[in-house]
């Protein structure tokens, strides 16, 4: 037994060495692509990018909000170019790799990071609700991997990140379309990493916790819509659950850096997954509970309301202020739809 321990930690202490020794990529002079680059974490991790170095090119359906971030970026003094691109269209994101490689050269760091997200209750959703997860979360991340990857491989060289969510470690009650497809997102990332491995192509699969990007207002909600909007920003708002987006970007690029198979952010979702895998029973138990605690069904049903039309005192209130500053920097908010002023809540 005492022989079995020393092999476990000095197996453990040389895998922690080499870890530490190991040569860190450096973005510099690097080409990097970033789908969904236009607000949010897409755009933060751009931006720390271009300060590491890099070359960004940056894609997303809304070309007004692709310039607003082209300028940011460029103003910045990033090497940036913005191509509008609907990555859930294969025959479009090879179009805009293309366009890449002319323009930039090959490319040597993908950031999948372009996703949409519903909220509501089971009896809310309906089959459609799934297929346009799958279509707007998971098939991105094939088609640009599949645009990508070979000649990463031919290359022997290249670096792949991945984002799914907590939800794709631990399914949470009102985002069953959007966790289903995160869950698909993660195996799809870790099967990719084991198959890319020998070519020196690494990919990483990121879990983040909550994040404030300012995302919220964009996602879209059913049901009793403010009711949901108000647990998902509070939730979203709150520096005990959640992380800030420059922080998560930092940690995500230094995975990639280290060439990690994984990461999870914040600490509640370091938790939950390692809840969930030594006690899953009891994690989907807990889950039960907290679904006693959400809005029912009712209010606008089946029909979707973006967040930004859901607001309420409580989702303006002191209690999201840091979420709504990060709608502001991470270009979250239209200058048609200006942000709504911050009251005290009651």
Known sequence: MNRALLLAALGTGGYLAYRALKPRYDFRGK???VTGGSRGLGLVIA??????GARVAICARDADELTRAHDDLAGRGAHVLSIPC??????RVREMVAVVRQRLGPI???INNAGTIAVG???TMRARDFEESLSNIFWPVVHTCQAVAPEMQARKQGRIVIIS?????????????YCASKFAVGGFSEGLRAELAKDNVIVTTIYPG????GSPRNADFKGQHRLEYDWFILGDSLPGSSMSAERAARQILAACRRGDAELVTTLPAKCATLLHGLFPGLTADLMAVTNTCLPGPGGIGTRRLKGEDSETPLSRSLFTELTQRAAERNNEISPAAPAAEVVAAG
């Open 121 to 123: 209750p089971w009896e």
């Open 86 to 91: 609907d990555v859930s269209d294969e025959g």
């Open 165 to 177: 969510s907590i939800g794709g470690k631990v399914a949470v009650p009102h985002l069953i379309p």
């Open 31 to 33: 080409h990097a692509v």
């Open 210 to 213: 909550l994040m404030r990007t």
């Open 47 to 52: 931006r720390q990018l271009a300060a590491a």
């Open 108 to 110: 040597d760091v993908l």
